[in-house]
């Protein structure tokens, strides 16, 4: 039952990150509610529905990002897959490493993201790029804690 109340918090989650997330923008960015299902599903639950949940938060994504439809599609379970194959050799059990390893998972996305828009003919500048992923990244690794605090009694009901 606590896998169809995350994903009901993953639309939540997706909805408050194009909607109210706007009014709290730092220069520009905003944190990635969705990653930061992704990677608690990743952690928290088997590699099928975790899979699954991956898929649908980057449906979400592109649904409500202007990025080219389906990037998130597959860029969300490859890091699924990641994360759930690392989490089986490093323990993350406390909120500081699931901080740092949403905080790499979102600058690698990033990156990704701006090399598939860079191989598609649609380069960004890499500086800029940067400079916004890197930005995104903190801003999204100092939500964790607040957003795992209202998650987690969904995780572990």
Excluded: H
């Excluded at 088997?46 to 699954?52: N, R």
């Amino acid at each position: 039952m606590k896998k169809w109340f995350f994903l009901l918090i993953t639309v939540i989650m997706g909805l408050l990150q194009v909607s109210v997330l706007d009014y709290f923008k730092l220069f520009g960015v905003k944190p990635d509610l969705l990653l930061i299902c992704m990677v608690l599903a990743s952690l928290y639950f088997e590699l099928k529905w975790a899979l699954c949940l991956s898929i649908f938060a980057g449906i979400l994504k592109d649904i409500f990002s202007a990025n080219i439809f389906g990037i998130n599609i597959l860029l969300f379970p490859l890091w699924s897959f990641i994360i759930i194959k690392l989490s089986k050799n490093i323990p993350v059990d406390n909120n500081v490493i699931r901080t740092l390893l949403i905080f790499l998972v979102v600058i690698l996305n990033n990156i990704f993201i701006r090399a598939i828009f860079l191989f598609l003919g649609k380069p960004i500048s890499w500086g800029v790029s940067l400079r916004v992923a890197s930005l995104e990244s903190l801003y999204t690794a100092l939500v964790v804690p607040l957003a795992f605090k209202i998650i987690k009694p969904f995780i572990y009901s």
